[in-house]
């Protein structure tokens, strides 16, 4: 073998494990992420009973952490094209992680949802900016495998959430687990020595920065079909998936079941999200990323709808473990295909702002399912709803969207 080729075996080799450390790191942030959002949806069963809250009470829980996650994401995409990815990846991660922390003392619904507002920017501001960064450290072939297996720790992070539900909530209360769900602040620490920004992003930060500029960029001729395409996108997908998930735990215990019941259900449910992921990781690179979100957002559509008339619990189990088996496959598929639609001095822009557009969906989907409730509308036609949205999603793709498959980025 000769030096060169030995080089070139040793080179690829370091970047293989320098992809498995980024992908590591920035997952375990991820998972993080997902435990939070996740114990709230189990969370928002046992504060109700303790602060005998109404459903449409309850829906503000779920909605005020996407507002926060609206502001999130805006800010802080505009800020990670400034200051760097990684800077705002281990802001946001102690924002939401200390946010966590204090609402575990919280004494009433009013602090409670201010500090859920807190955690939401954190939240918000952290999810695109990290998959930014993993799109733009990763070859061209492995781009999208990557983005959507880095998704696939939201998957770990709500099993996590549904176990600590489960066996800590009933006997030791939701105070504690909102505690260990803090743990991440501890972990941001160690994020500042053990990753970096992107080559191709430090191949442009000393370019001048306008954040202005950036957001008229977006709109300019090149960009604006697609960013019409990803804000309807990600709006139709964040407003059906807050408005069915987090409110599942209550909707399996509105069918008939205990709280306890209802949270193992929704556990067995939660686990079918990661051969969701999984399998949208395998494909992508095969089918593209315009196939992908399609298929996997029209098996989102007809289980949303099955398992919102369902009754018997047979019906209710498949219909759920279906549903969150494509819903996550289409998340994981959208986070690889959002950062791929603009270059890199306007990517945290583009992408954050596209996210920051969806959290809108978040805040009147667990509203809506909330406000809906207490007028005694049933549960089939709520979900028949959110399967109307994904339908507007598919159209999105199908007819705005450009497939971005073995495309270098700019």
């Known amino acids: 073998m000769s030096a060169t080729t030995h080089n070139d075996v040793f080179t690829g080799s370091v970047n293989r494990q320098s ?3 980024l992908l590591g790191v920035a997952g375990l942030a991820w998972l993080f992420d997902a435990m939070d959002v996740g114990m709230i949806s189990f969370i928002m069963v046992a504060i109700g009973k303790d602060w005998s809250l109404d459903a449409s009470q309850l829906g503000w829980i779920g909605s005020v952490g996407s507002i926060g996650m609206a502001v999130g994401a805006f800010i802080f995409g ?121 080559t191709k992003f430090a191949a442009k930060k000393n370019e001048k920065q306008n954040p ?77 990323r315009k196939a992908v979100l399609i298929v996997y957002l029209l098996g989102t559509a007809v289980f949303a709808y099955f398992l919102g008339i369902a009754e018997s619990l047979p019906m209710i189990m498949v219909s759920g473990i279906l549903l969150s088996f494509f819903n996550l496959g289409a998340w994981g598929a959208l986070y690889a295909y959002s950062p791929e639609q603009y270059p890199t001095l306007i990517r945290g822009t583009g992408t954050g702002m596209a996210a920051a557009f ?16 207490v007028r005694q509308v049933s549960i089939g036609v709520i979900f028949t709803i959110f399967c109307a949205s994904i339908v507007v999603g598919i159209l999105a793709v199908l007819f705005l969207g450009k497939e971005t498959k073995n495309k270098e980025l700019a």
């Open 212 to 288: 202005f500029r950036n957001i008229a960029e977006i709109w300019s001729k090149p960009y604006a079909r697609r960013t019409v395409m990803l804000w309807i996108l990600w709006f139709s997908v964040v407003f059906s998936y807050y408005g069915m998930f987090l409110w599942l735990p209550s909707v399996v215990e509105a069918k008939g079941f205990s709280m306890v019941r209802s949270f193992l259900y929704v556990l067995v449910m939660t686990i079918a999200q990661l051969p969701g992921y999984f399998t949208a990781a395998w494909l992508i690179e095969k089918w593209g």
């Open 19 to 21: 992809e498995r450390k």
């Open 78 to 198: 505009m800020l990670a094209d400034r200051i760097g990815r990684k800077n705002v990846l281990i802001l946001t991660l102690l924002l939401f992680s200390v946010g966590a922390g204090l609402s575990a003392l919280a004494t009433g619904i009013g602090i409670f949802l201010i500090l859920r507002f807190f955690i939401g920017t954190g939240l918000g501001g952290e999810l695109p900016v990290a998959s930014t960064l993993v799109s733009e450290s990763v070859p061209t072939e492995k781009r999208g495998r990557t983005v959507v297996l880095l998704e696939s720790f939201w998957a770990v992070g709500w099993i996590a959430a549904a176990l600590v539900s489960y066996f800590i909530i009933p006997d030791y209360g939701w105070r504690v687990a909102l505690i260990i769900g803090a743990i991440p602040a501890f972990y941001a620490i160690y994020l500042r020595w053990n990753i970096h920004d992107s």
């Open 358 to 373: 969806g959290r809108i969906g978040g805040i009147f989907g667990p509203l809506m399912v909330g406000y809906l409730l």
